[in-house]
């Protein structure tokens, strides 16, 4: 596993291309190593610090300042509920405790099966389809908890499928 | 009429052909053919004012930039964070390639070398359909080398943000986009000066939806711009309405419409139902739905009038069940949660403000509680790099003035509250419900 990897090659390329200076592509390399590691490891910051000649000292900074960095290893699908104020008027706040409640686990967590991890975040801009949350960086919207009991079966059944296959 | 949410009227106005179609790339071709200190002048003249928040004249800010300067950049700020604001994700959604125009237009009127688009995190989506777009540009001549055989050149990027709402302040984003924290500069020197901006070169930062706005000024002219809204508010501004209404979404009008329009005629509201509105999401002061509130005209100056801010427009309407106590909580954990900690009385305060009023709601409060909170808001007033001290010490100050009511009714003494059994009962959320109808009961 690396960042270094030649299938990453040709996108990091174009991220130095943008940039008079290679310390501007630290936020863009950071994500490509969330997706090799599935979260922001020390490999993965000692790498993005390699290519972007910076201390990593400062890369890991730089990934705890940002939420969408994600310093711990998250489910598969990380959803992120929008429970600030317009779309608390709209009942965000029930419909993030029931999420909760449902796959039963605490704020942050992440269930056994390793699928999903919960949390609250603040303003997504789309406070006229609430409720509302980011799937992994994919929107939802105008969600309620019907419709997320069908996405979590969903995907509880693909698993089993695949798990079963093994 | 729209001349932003084009895609309303004409809805696949994103793809480039359908653009190309009606009028797309005529206001960038007309600029060309013009001096850009020419082009500077026709956006000065529209009085077009920044939709981002602050409303200052686009056209100014853009004489601001030092003509001598070899490398200038252009940063159109699409890091949209305002609680309640979803205007600019429409525009790159349903209209992308007016706003490449209008920051090309920009770019050449200033003479950039190059544009970055720098979208807040979630718009990932977004981001990456809109380097689609800009490829389009690319291929059909409107930006690169050599533009239209102008002899302009001139690149555009996207860049990513990944979460932090301080990256809206530009010069937060500055130092995001360099690859800094996403932290406020000492200004001056400001981005416009040399020393000041991206990499320290001469930059304008400016809203998508500003931008937006730019090839319909030079395509019709300054003066046709000036017959929409006001004199000081001229043209149309996207108001995005949530909360408490029948009918939230995106409207575009006409500077100088009401309340009343905007939220009873459009957003379909009961105006004997709107117990308190925040004109401009979590940041600007709170007014309650009064008569006179609702017929105030949505300008930079009659608001102001009003005590209150347009900034961005994101209009979050409260109905009568809604206690102001906890919208106060509400918009005190978004700040203390975005607040980047660079300046003491920010960092502090907002995490103060939060603690006390997680005491107030769960009703351990006491009646000197409030007078602290509004003391700790008041004591970060002007006392930070940025505007957000003062956007976060605004909604606490502002909701403890109109509403006291609202929180007197959380720190009653303890005498008093045994008495009503009711408020003390059960869960959080229920204890918070009763303070709710018992705060509503004394309106």
Redesign the interface.
């Given at each position: 596993m690396s960042i270094k990897d030649k299938k990453y090659e040709a996108r990091i390329q174009k991220h130095f291309a943008?940039y008079?200076?290679k310390?501007?592509?630290?936020?863009?390399l950071?994500?490509i190593a969330q997706e090799e590691y599935g979260w922001i490891s020390p490999e993965g910051i000692a790498e993005v610090a390699e290519l972007?000649e910076?201390d990593p000292t400062q890369v890991k900074?730089?990934a705890g300042?940002?939420?969408?960095?994600s310093e711990k290893p998250k489910g598969k699908y990380w959803l992120q509920v929008c429970t600030?104020?317009?779309c608390?008027?709209?009942g965000a706040d029930e419909f993030h405790k029931e999420l909760k409640e449902y796959l039963g686990v605490e704020e942050g967590g992440t269930t056994d099966d390793g699928l999903f991890t919960v949390e609250h975040?603040?303003?997504?801009?789309?406070?006229?389809k609430?409720p509302m949350l980011?799937c992994n960086?994919?929107?939802m919207e105008n969600l309620d908890m019907d419709k997320m009991k069908a996405f979590i079966e969903e995907k509880r059944a693909e698993l089993e499928k695949a798990t079963s296959k093994k | 009429m729209h001349i932003l949410l084009r895609g309303r009227e004409i809805p696949d106005i994103h793809k480039f052909d359908v653009y190309i179609r009606n009028g797309g790339y005529e206001g960038l071709k007309k600029a060309l053919t013009m001096k850009p200190a020419e082009v500077i002048e026709e956006v000065k003249a529209s009085n077009l004012r920044g939709r981002g928040g602050a409303g200052f004249p686009a056209g100014v800010k853009w004489s601001f930039i030092p003509q001598s300067e070899p490398v200038k950049y252009v940063i159109v700020n699409a890091d949209e964070s305002e609680t309640g604001t979803f205007k600019d994700r429409e525009i790159m959604e349903t209209n992308p390639h007016q706003l490449i125009e209008g920051a090309m237009i920009c770019a050449y009127a200033i003479q950039a070398t190059a544009v970055y688009v720098y979208l807040r995190g979630e718009f990932w989506d977004i981001a990456h359909n809109l380097d689609e777009r800009i490829q389009e540009a690319y291929d059909a001549g409107f930006i690169g080398e050599n533009i239209q055989g102008s002899g302009f050149t001139c690149h555009m990027y996207t860049h990513l943000g990944a979460g932090a709402y301080i990256c809206g302040e530009e010069s937060a984003l500055l130092n995001s986009l360099e690859g800094l924290l996403g932290q406020p500069r000492v200004r001056p020197p400001f981005p416009a000066q040399k020393g000041g901006g991206l990499y320290k070169e001469a930059t304008v930062v400016n809203n998508v939806e500003t931008l937006t706005n730019v090839p319909w000024i030079v395509v019709n002219g300054a003066d046709e711009y000036k017959k929409i809204g006001t004199e000081q508010s001229t043209g149309t501004k996207i108001f995005c309405v949530s909360g408490h209404v029948p009918r939230p979404g995106n409207y575009e009008l006409p500077l100088g419409t009401t309340f009343r329009e905007l939220l009873v005629d459009h957003a379909g509201c009961d105006p004997s139902n709107i117990k308190a509105i925040l004109p401009s999401g979590g940041s600007g002061p709170i007014v309650p739905g009064t008569d006179e509130v609702l017929d105030t005209k949505l300008t930079y100056e009659d608001m102001a009038k009003l005590g209150t801010i347009l900034g961005s427009a994101s209009v979050i309407v409260m109905d009568n069940t809604v206690d102001i106590a906890w919208v106060a909580s509400k918009v005190a954990k978004f700040f203390r949660h975005e607040s980047c900690g660079k300046c003491t009385p920010c960092r502090e305060g907002t995490y103060w403000i939060d603690k006390v009023l997680d005491r107030i709601m769960a009703g351990e409060g006491r009646p000197e509680d409030i007078k602290l909170i509004d003391n700790v808001a008041k004591n970060m007033v002007g006392m930070t790099l940025c505007a957000f001290g003062d956007f976060a010490a605004n909604p606490i100050i502002h909701t403890i003035k109109n509403f006291p009511a609202d929180f007197e009714a959380h720190v009653k003494p303890k005498e008093v509250e045994e008495k009503k059994p009711a408020a003390r009962a059960g869960a959080g959320a229920a204890r918070g419900r009763a303070a709710r109808a018992q705060a509503t009961a004394g309106d």
């Open positions: 943008k008079p200076d310390r501007s592509a630290v936020m863009p950071l994500y972007c910076m900074s730089i300042f940002y939420t969408m960095y600030d104020l317009p608390a008027l709209k975040v603040m303003c997504l801009a789309a406070c006229d609430a980011q960086f994919h929107y | -």
